[in-house]
């Protein structure tokens, strides 16, 4: 089965410092990646999505993510980030045979300090 | 459109009880999942339903149950209450089944076991 490894639980950091989240997977098959943000007392919302194609991908909120296949990471990256963007973001993998779960990372609390 | 809705938010059970949640996907969504958050654990998939019928289930116990209506409407149940059952439940919507499409969430339900 897939799994999921956010490298670090907290990450603060200085408002309009630049940032990266990083996440690695394991599979032994295809994966489509995802990161998703969580908002205090707020259901999960898509940052971006890896399916196939241009490895450097982007999202919303001036959010990309690049996958590496030789690493296996799927790192999140903002070059500039805003207090907004204090919030709690998981990495995701699902398979490309739909036969299994969406598996989920610890989560990264990012911080960003004025 | 209007988004995920789960209903009840917030829910205070006691240890040996029975409780529903029901979530109503995005208008013309056919895929519905279920996922406990809770601080120790994270994000963990409980499963995974498409045009009434289950696709996918997580490691769960026995006395977590799902079905989907055919609105695709869908209600998860959780019988013998226990306090490591208090999490937030998410539930979140796709229009076909999960794969790479983007899940979007509802707000989740919170559950407190007494």
């Known amino acids: 089965a897939q799994s999921v490894t956010q490298l670090d639980s907290q990450v603060p950091v200085f408002e309009e410092a630049p940032v990266e989240l990083r996440c690695n997977y394991s599979?032994?098959?295809?994966?489509?990646l995802f990161w998703y943000v969580q908002y205090p007392n707020q259901g999960l919302q898509l940052l971006l999505k890896?399916?196939?194609?241009?490895?450097l991908v982007k999202g919303i909120n001036g959010f990309e993510a690049e996958f590496n296949k030789s690493q296996t990471s799927f790192h999140l990256r903002k070059p500039s980030v805003h207090i907004s963007d204090t919030a709690e973001y998981f990495c995701?993998?699902?398979?490309?045979?739909?036969?299994?779960?969406?598996?989920f990372g610890a989560g990264t609390r990012l911080t960003v300090k004025p | 459109k209007a988004g995920v809705t789960q209903t009840p938010r917030y829910l205070i059970k006691t240890r040996g009880q029975q409780v529903t949640l029901s979530c109503s996907p995005i208008?013309?969504?056919?895929?519905v999942s279920w996922y406990q958050q809770t601080p120790g654990q994270g994000l963990q998939f409980l499963f995974e339903?498409?045009?009434?019928?289950?696709?996918n289930k997580g490691n769960f116990p026995g006395r977590f149950s799902g079905r989907q209506f055919s609105n695709s409407r869908s209600e998860m149940n959780v019988s013998t209450l226990e306090l490591g059952d208090s999490a937030l439940y998410l539930c979140?919507?796709?229009?076909?089944?999960?794969?790479?499409?983007?899940?979007?969430f509802g707000p989740g339900t919170r559950l407190t076991v007494l």
């Open positions: 599979s032994s098959v295809s994966v489509y």
């Open positions: 979140a919507s796709s229009t076909d089944l999960a794969g790479g499409n983007e899940q979007f």
């Open positions: 995701a993998v699902r398979t490309h045979d739909n036969n299994n779960d969406m598996r």
């Open positions: 890896y399916l196939s194609g241009s490895t």
């Open positions: 208008s013309g969504h056919r895929s």
């Open positions: 339903y498409f045009s009434e019928t289950q696709r």
